[in-house]
């Protein structure tokens, strides 16, 4: 088979080649997080470029204050779902807690389920400077990584919260610094995630492959947001760094409402709606 017949046969079009072309060209990238197949169906469709299988699951999904408790089975499980529905997009499984952090061997090893079980493109994870050395041997034996540096939520019982990082001028220089060093040992684009905005445009100006930053501001190469943020969704929580483009909370409770009146009433279901 030819190299241009295999590309072609790929379930996924936008490569990890695509994004840095794009940070080349001054285009934006849109990633959005996604966790089961209809909604990565619809993101797909809708246009991202970028579909995250984010360890966000842990919170939005699974219901817990943090995503630490969220396992490498059940993010393979939620990529499994995701790929059914992506065609075109990038899809990138996250890696959770303690699934990376052990040992190099130990990142491989699960990176590899995300990419054979998961049918993930790519993975990602958090980390700097410490992480680069695997980074560097995924990428060797043909795994992409993207990496994520900033305010990493897997590190909340260090932070004590999900507050901005990157404040002062010596959390500023390390950021800067794991920034490079991710992109250094490989990653082919990072996440920013809560850092000043002018952190994340020196950053943005400084390495070569893209930036995607969530609540860090408008310079970076992309933007990411929770899907489940962004659609309306999870409306017990007011995040000023989110832009919501639909109340999909108050569509399903309005719907509900509706369809229990129905029932109510005996209008539902119709004749048409029954079987002979
Ligand atoms: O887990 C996640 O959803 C993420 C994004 C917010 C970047 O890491």
Do not use: W
């Amino acid at each position: 088979m030819s190299k241009s017949s295999a590309s072609s046969n790929l379930k996924t079009s936008i490569t990890v080649n695509d994004l840095i072309e794009m940070k080349q060209r001054g285009e934006k990238i849109t990633a959005l997080t996604a966790y089961d197949v209809t909604f990565a169906r619809l993101i797909d469709e809708g246009g991202a470029e970028v579909i995250l299988v984010g360890d966000s699951l842990g919170m939005v999904i699974q219901g817990h204050e943090t995503t630490l408790p969220v396992t490498i089975d059940e993010m393979v499980y939620h990529t499994k779902a995701c790929s059914k529905g992506v065609k075109r997009g990038l899809l990138v499984a996250d890696m959770p807690f303690m699934s990376y952090q052990a040992s190099v061997e130990q990142a491989l090893m699960n990176a590899a389920r995300c990419i054979k079980e998961g049918g993930a493109s790519a993975v990602k994870f958090e980390g700097g400077e410490e992480l680069a050395p695997t980074i560097r041997r995924l990428v060797e034996i043909g795994i992409p990584v993207m990496g994520h540096v900033g305010m990493q939520p897997q590190r909340v019982r260090m932070y004590g919260g999900f507050g901005l990082q990157g404040a002062d001028s010596a959390e500023a220089k390390k950021i800067m610094r794991d920034a490079e060093a991710v992109a250094e040992a490989g990653a082919f684009a990072i996440v920013l995630e809560k850092i000043p905005r002018s952190l994340a445009k020196k950053i943005t100006e400084k390495i070569k492959i893209p930036t995607i930053g969530i609540a860090s501001g408008p310079d970076c190469d992309g933007q990411i947001l929770v899907s489940y943020d962004m659609f309306g969704l999870t409306d017990q929580f007011k995040f000023r760094f989110v832009r919501k483009y639909i109340d999909m909370a108050q569509e399903v409770r309005s719907a509900v409402g509706k369809y229990r009146d129905d029932i109510r009433a005996q209008t539902f279901p119709s004749e048409t709606e029954s079987f002979e």
